[in-house]
């Protein structure tokens, strides 16, 4: 079994950064970073492997997002630059052996073991 928590959302001006936190304990291989805007569908943004050699970015993030991960604290990062207000939502952490890719995008089906979210607004 695999727990999650996230933390360091909040609200942030047009241009500004946040840094959102995963804490995680568990047997994973994976870690995905996925986000949720109202009426919309959950969009995974960014992914990452435990050992940190392999990574993913949406097109919607690539050049504004960088995912890491500290495994001496089994936490993985997600530092936001440049935020938008399209990048407004409830952001999750997300857990699993592998990746699932449908096409270019970062498929939320694919991960078992999901965080409780951390909400971004940017105005």
């Known amino acids: 079994h695999v727990q999650l928590v996230e933390s360091g959302g909040g609200s942030v001006q047009d241009g500004g950064s946040l840094r959102l936190s995963c804490a995680a304990s568990?047997?994973?291989?994976?870690i995905g970073w996925f986000r949720q805007a109202p009426g919309k569908e959950r969009e995974g943004v960014a992914a990452i492997n435990t050992r940190g050699t392999s990574t993913f970015y949406a097109d919607s993030v690539k050049g504004r997002f960088t995912v890491s991960q500290d495994n001496a604290k089994n936490t993985v990062y997600l530092q936001m630059n440049s935020l938008q207000p399209e990048d407004t939502a409830m952001y999750y952490c997300?857990?699993?052996?592998?990746?699932?890719?449908?096409?270019?995008?970062?498929?939320?089906?694919?991960?078992?073991?999901w965080g409780q979210g951390t909400q971004v607004t940017v105005s």
């Open positions: 997300a857990a699993d052996q592998r990746p699932y890719f449908v096409g270019p995008r970062l498929v939320p089906g694919g991960f078992r073991y």
């Open positions: 568990g047997n994973y291989v994976y």
